[in-house]
C-alpha cells in the first residue's frame, strides 16, 4: 500500500468551472498572439496567500490541495478580473442633457464649444466637496466590481486648477484606500483649458508645465500623467511640453491621441515612449507603424463613438495586423460614455471591430494590465499571479461576446478574497447551457 500523501493548505479552492480561460505571460500580446488564450476545461483554481498555487484539472487540485474555503463556480466560465485601462471617474454630476442634444444633431465640438462638455464637468467638480466626491468614486468602484472590473485605471482631468486637479487626486487616493478595486491615478490636468484661461490658452500650458506638475509630482498622488492631444484643447508642441516635463519628475506617460482628428498623437506616443496611446479614431498607418516600433498600447474605445454618434471608429484590425498591443476600455465618463461595463466593451469590440472573443478576453486583461505596468502580477490565471478573478454565468468564453444585456458576474475574487458573490439563478443558465450546448442555430 502506498504511502498516504498530506494535501497541501491553501485558502481557496475555485472550483466546478465548465472552462478557466486565460491569455499567459507577462508581456502584451499582439498580431496573431492576441488570440491566443489557455482553456482548461473542468478546472480549478487554487490559492494561497492572495496568489495562484495552480490552475488546472479539478480531479487533481482536489488530490494536491485542501482549501480552507470553497467557491462553486456551477458550471461558469472563470476569467482574470478585468482590467479597464482608461476610466475618468471623478466627477459630480452627469450631463444626460447633453446626450439629448447630441440625438437632436449638436456635435461633440458644438456642445463644446457652448461651454458644455468637460467645462461643464469641471463646474461641477469645483463645486463639490472632497467627501461628496469619495462617495461618487466609491459608489462607482461598487459598480465596476459588480460588472468584474477588479483594476482600473482612473484619472483627474475635471479640476483644471492646481487646488482642484489636487483635490481629485486625493479623492482616489482616498477611494483606493476604502475600496478593493486597485485604482492606478493618472494626472489629466491638460484635459482641457479651463474658462478662465480660454483667451490665453499659452497661460494655461505654462500653468500646467510648471506649477500643476510639479506639485502632483511631489504629492506622490499619481502615476501617469496624460494630455488630451488635439487641436481644440493641446496641440503636438504643447503636449509634448508638458510631458516632457512629466516624465523628467518621474511621471509615466498615457496620451489621448488622433480621436479627432490625425493630429499625430499616435507617433507623439511613441516618441515620448507613452505606455498607451487612447482612442486612434483617426490614426494612419504611419502613426500605427510607429505605435509597433515603440511598444506602445492602444487603448481602445469602442462604444465612445456610438455615444458621440460619429461615423469614424478605431481601425483595429489594421492596428492588430501592423503588430500594435491592443487594449480595451469603456472610457467611462459622464459625456462621452457613461458606461461602466467591460463585459458589454468586449460585445462591441466583437460587433464593431470584429475581434473574436479570445482577442477581447485578452485586450481587456493582460494587455490592459501591460499599459498599467502591472503585467507580471495581473491579467492572467497563472501560477504566481494575483489571484483576481471572475466568475461568469456563461458556459464558455465565447459567450463573452455573443450575449449581450445582462450581467453575467456571478463571483469575483480580489487578491485572493473573495469580494462579490450572486446566489445562483433557480435554473442554472451556465451549467444547463454547458450540458446542452451543441453550436447549432435553433
Known amino acids: 500500500m502506498s504511502p498516504r500523501t498530506e494535501r497541501e ?39 494561497r496567500g492572495g496568489r495562484i498555487v495552480d490552475v488546472g484539472d479539478e480531479a487533481d487540485l482536489r488530490r494536491r490541495f485542501v482549501a480552507a474555503r ?16 482608461h476610466t475618468h471617474p471623478v466627477f459630480a454630476g452627469t450631463r444626460e442633457d447633453e446626450f439629448e442634444m447630441r440625438t437632436r444633431g449638436a456635435t461633440y465640438l458644438e456642445i463644446a464649444a457652448a461651454g458644455g462638455g468637460i467645462l461643464s464637468s469641471v463646474r461641477g467638480v469645483r463645486a463639490a466637496t472632497r467627501a461628496d466626491l469619495v462617495e461618487r468614486v466609491l459608489t462607482r468602484l461598487d459598480r465596476f466590481l459588480e460588472l468584474g472590473t477588479t483594476t482600473i485605471e482612473a484619472k483627474s482631468g475635471y479640476g ?9 487626486l486625493e479623492v482616489l487616493a482616498e477611494a483606493r484606500r476604502r475600496h478593493v478595486v486597485e485604482v492606478v491615478p493618472t494626472f489629466l490636468g491638460a484635459h482641457d483649458v479651463p474658462a478662465e484661461h480660454r483667451a490665453h490658452p499659452a497661460a494655461y500650458v505654462d500653468l500646467v508645465e510648471r506649477e500643476m506638475l510639479p506639485r502632483v509630482a511631489a504629492s506622490g498622488l499619481a502615476e501617469y500623467c496624460d494630455v488630451f492631444v488635439e487641436g481644440h484643447t493641446f496641440g503636438i508642441d504643447a ?12 511621471l509615466s506617460l498615457r496620451i489621448h491621441a488622433d480621436q479627432l482628428s490625425l ?9 515620448l515612449g507613452a505606455h498607451s496611446a487612447d482612442h486612434l479614431e483617426f490614426v494612419d498607418d504611419a502613426g500605427a507603424d ?9 487603448v481602445l474605445c469602442p462604444v465612445v463613438p456610438l455615444f458621440l454618434r460619429l461615423e469614424r471608429e478605431a481601425p483595429a484590425r489594421r492596428l492588430i495586423e501592423r503588430g500594435v498591443p491592443i487594449a480595451l476600455s469603456t472610457d467611462f465618463n459622464p459625456g462621452s460614455c457613461y458606461l461602466q461595463s467591460l463585459p458589454q466593451v468586449l460585445c462591441w469590440a466583437a ?10 478576453l485578452t485586450a481587456a486583461t493582460l494587455n490592459a494590465a501591460c499599459s498599467l505596468g502591472r503585467g507580471k502580477r495581473l491579467g492572467t490565471i497563472e501560477r504566481a499571479k494575483d489571484a483576481d478573478l471572475v466568475v461568469l454565468d456563461v458556459p464558455n468564453h465565447l459567450h463573452l461576446v455573443y ?33 446542452g450546448s451543441n453550436g447549432h442555430a435553433p
Do not use: C, W
Open 9 to 47: 493548505p491553501v485558502d481557496l479552492l475555485v472550483h466546478g468551472a465548465a472552462e478557466v480561460s486565460t491569455p499567459t505571460g507577462s508581456t502584451p500580446r499582439t498580431g496573431r498572439s492576441l488570440a491566443d488564450i489557455q482553456v482548461h476545461r473542468g478546472a480549478a483554481v487554487a490559492v
Open 70 to 85: 470553497e467557491l462553486d463556480a456551477r458550471g461558469g466560465t472563470v476569467v482574470p478580473g478585468f482590467v479597464d485601462a
Open 160 to 168: 483644471l486648477s492646481i487646488e482642484d486637479e489636487l483635490k481629485s
Open 239 to 250: 503636449s509634448r511640453r508638458i510631458l516632457e516635463r512629466a516624465r523628467s519628475l518621474g
Open 263 to 271: 493630429l499625430g498623437g499616435a507617433r507623439l506616443a511613441a516618441e
Open 290 to 298: 510607429a505605435l509597433a516600433a515603440a511598444g506602445v498600447t492602444a
Open 351 to 360: 460587433l464593431r471591430y470584429r475581434m473574436t472573443a479570445a482577442e477581447a
Open 403 to 435: 450575449e449581450h444585456g445582462r450581467n453575467a458576474v456571478r463571483a469575483v475574487v480580489k487578491s485572493g478574497a473573495v469580494v462579490l458573490e450572486r446566489e445562483p439563478a433557480v435554473h442554472n443558465l451556465g451549467a444547463r447551457e454547458a450540458r
